[in-house]
């Protein structure tokens, strides 16, 4: 009996562990803060229960006046550095349960990103700038790191390709590109 407690004591222990267990890769986080165009802040609303609506969550919730709820549904949209996700006001409705009572789509550049590995990057702007097995530099970062291409949108928020520019006899070369999570991002 004893033996047979203690197996089931590591197995529940085990799961726990796995369900509690960080992602890896650029899933490692989220995009924690969403600062929209209108300068209206957005925060991750954890992994729990939330609203959803047509199958996606309520993953952001918006600074709002008292008694509406208002958030970022679904997965951003990217285009290049451009970023459109669903906004939508949440009420109750008739029987208690939460409806839209609102839903509009919410557009920006995203122009500053804070990155999960600590970077603050500023977009480069819409002129010639370098590039790398044709992919642009879109953002300056600290010292020679850069993030190059498109960013990548998923159900966590925001992704860049970052990676270090080094110089070595008047050639200059992209070191190390790889996904990182984007912690932060304002829009414009």
Known sequence: MQRTLSLVVLAVGVVLVA?????????????GTVVLPSM?????????????????????TCESPVGVTRGLLGEPNVSGVDVAWRLV???RGTGGAF?????????????QLRLTSGETCLFAGTGATM???????????????????????????????????RTNGGVTRLVDPRPVRVSSVTLE
Not at 24 to 31: A, I, M, R
Not at 40 to 55: Q, V
């Open 99 to 111: 409806v839209i009572a609102a839903d509009d789509t919410v557009r920006g550049r995203a122009v």
């Open 19 to 31: 369900a509690c267990a960080p992602r890896v890769g650029p899933q490692n986080g989220v995009t």
């Open 40 to 60: 209206e802040r957005c925060l991750h609303a954890g992994f729990g229960a939330t609203l959803a609506f047509d199958g996606d969550r309520l993953s952001w």
């Open 89 to 91: 006001a949440a009420e």
């Open 131 to 165: 590039a790398f097995d044709g992919e642009r530099v879109n953002y300056t970062c600290p010292g020679d790191v850069v993030l190059v291409g498109d960013l990548i949108g998923d159900a966590d928020g925001l992704v860049a390709v970052r990676g270090t520019l």
